[in-house]
């Protein structure tokens, strides 16, 4: 009866353990983050699959984040998942959206699928749909200051000029 108890107690503990430090919750190192959401809008109109990536300025070592635009030109910045946010900081931010298509026939995309090859990257184009300019870190003029508290309502306003 004794050794009973005992393994009553030890199955207790380890539920106790799992419920108070949660499972599947928060990342742990998403704690220090802080919200950082908003819209990018192209031309005055929203741009729906656009890749935001912010890359501290800070500390080159320190990760940024990234997010992809829903329909209505909104994002909120992931550093670890589901929306968690990045750290306050000074940020260089890129913003993309390609269209991959194809050179290849109906008919001939077809054959590749029956046979379950691969299209050859020759017989594929690739065409950015956002000016360049905001595509690469090193070309982007986007600088956003995250504060300490986040930032619910960052606007990222592309232009052809």
């Excluded at 704690?31 to 908003?38: E, K, N």
């Excluded at 995250?146 to 232009?159: F, R």
């Amino acid at each position: 009866m004794n050794s009973l108890y005992q393994i009553d107690t030890l199955i207790t503990c380890l539920i106790a353990i799992v419920l108070l430090n949660g499972c599947g919750g928060k990342d742990p190192r998403s704690r220090d983050l802080v919200p950082a959401s908003g819209s990018v809008v192209y031309n005055g109109k929203p741009v729906e699959g656009a890749t935001v990536v912010f890359f501290n300025e800070d500390e080159p070592s320190k990760p940024g984040g990234s997010a992809v635009t829903a329909s209505d030109g909104k994002f909120k910045i992931s550093l670890y998942g589901d929306g968690d946010g990045t750290y306050p900081g000074n940020y260089v931010v890129t913003v993309s959206k390609i269209e991959v298509t194809s050179k290849l026939t109906d008919e001939q995309l077809l054959d590749y699928e029956l046979q379950y090859k691969e299209i050859p990257a020759d017989n594929t184009k690739t065409v950015s749909l956002l000016p360049e300019k905001y595509a690469t870190k090193a070309a982007t003029s986007i600088r956003l200051t995250i504060p300490s508290k986040g930032d619910k309502d960052i606007k990222i306003e592309l232009t052809d000029k």
